[in-house]
């Protein structure tokens, strides 16, 4: 059974931001479904809809969290229910 949540990463260009945020989805079984990035006047901007049916939220949550703080990005993990009710998609 899918389970369905919503990736997003904000915060000045640099490289390897994808490769470090793949390679932990990689790492924690996370399929990506969808994605959607862009570089604007040097923000980087990236979303995406994943699939955690092999993961462990609260551990890749974490995961994420520390990374953002290595990479000085936010990355927002959401469930896909949780964002579809607060952006009221």
Do not use: C
């Given at each position: 059974e899918?389970?369905k949540?919503?990736?997003?990463?904000?915060?000045?260009?640099?490289?390897?931001?994808?490769?470090?945020?793949?390679?932990?989805?990689?790492?924690?079984?996370?399929?990506?479904?969808?994605?959607?990035?862009t570089?604007?006047?040097g923000?980087?901007t990236?979303?995406?809809?994943?699939?955690?049916?092999?993961?462990?939220?609260?551990e890749?949550?974490?995961?994420?969290?520390?990374?953002?703080?290595?990479?000085?990005?936010?990355?927002?993990?959401?469930?896909?229910?949780?964002?579809?009710?607060?952006?009221?998609?």
């Amino acid at each position: 059974e899918m389970k369905k949540a919503v990736i997003s990463i904000l915060g000045t260009d640099r490289k390897g931001i994808i490769a470090s945020v793949t390679r932990i989805l990689y790492e924690h079984d996370v399929n990506i479904l969808d994605i959607s990035q862009t570089i604007l006047q040097g923000t980087f901007t990236m979303t995406m809809l994943v699939d955690l049916a092999g993961a462990e939220f609260s551990e890749l949550k974490s995961t994420l969290d520390a990374l953002a703080e290595r990479l000085g990005v936010q990355i927002n993990l959401q469930r896909e229910e949780v964002f579809k009710f607060m952006y009221r998609l």
